[in-house]
């Protein structure tokens, strides 16, 4: 069965770095999206993809991160100067058009 | 704007008791709705999905959920639950309907006791 995978599924990285977090969604998705939880509470949206461009985010989302999807098949999520409180776990998730949603393992994303 | 809530935060069940874990959503229109299951330390999962048609959508692991359009409700059930399905509970829907952004309700953590 096809999968949405994420790597790595840990990094620890230092306040300050900038962390780029890999997601390969499934083949023939079109929509695409990440998502966080930070530990204990809910999930939350921070940015669609769809037709090479960012198609909505959230507040969270600020110039500190980006998107791409530099080869048809990768998306990533880059934070430029990680914060504490950036700390979490990081979702990737992609669909179909008129489908659910396919989420990865997550990558828990530790800032010391 | 739309919002997913849930009202059960913590719920503590034995095994073989029924479950019924309450979704409201605030908008009206087509909606589409969906149960996420995420177990201790593993990703989240699809339980069940309504998009539209029978209101009453069956889903993996013998879990099942209703549309009620009335009560702007999708609540998920369970006749009979097991220690397996200890794990945190999260009802999602479309911010809008037809946007691309899903929104989660604050999640249910469910322990079942042996």
């Known amino acids: 069965e096809p999968e949405v995978t994420q790597t790595p599924s840990h990094q620890v990285t230092q306040m300050g770095q900038e962390v780029i977090l890999r997601c390969v969604p499934i083949?023939?998705?079109?929509?695409f999206y990440w998502y966080r939880q930070i530990l204990g509470q809910k999930v939350e949206f921070l940015v669609s993809?769809?037709?090479?461009?960012?198609?909505?985010k959230s507040e969270i989302f600020d110039d500190q991160f980006s998107v791409e999807r530099p080869d048809g098949s990768n998306f990533t999520l880059k934070i430029r100067s990680t914060k504490l409180e950036d700390s979490a776990m990081y979702f990737c998730?992609?669909?179909?058009?008129?489908?659910?949603?396919?989420f990865g393992q997550g990558t828990r994303l530790t800032v010391v | 704007a739309q919002s997913v809530s849930q009202h059960n935060h913590h719920v503590i069940l034995s095994e073989a008791a029924s479950l019924e874990l309450g979704c409201n959503y605030s908008y009206g229109g087509t909606v589409n709705l969906f149960w996420y299951v995420q177990y201790p330390g593993q990703h989240l999962q699809l339980l069940l999905k309504?998009?539209?048609?029978?209101?009453l959508v069956k889903g993996i692991k013998g879990f099942e959920a209703e549309f009620i359009k009335s009560k702007f409700s999708f609540n998920l059930r369970k006749p009979s639950v097991q220690w397996s399905d200890t794990a945190e509970y999260f009802c999602a829907g479309p911010s809008t309907p037809g946007t691309y952004k899903y929104i989660f309700g604050t999640g249910t953590r469910l322990k079942v006791l042996a």
């Open positions: 998730a992609s669909r179909r058009h008129g489908t659910e949603a396919f």
């Open positions: 309504y998009f539209s048609g029978d209101p």
């Open positions: 083949s023939n998705h079109l929509y």
């Open positions: 993809f769809y037709n090479n461009e960012i198609s909505e």
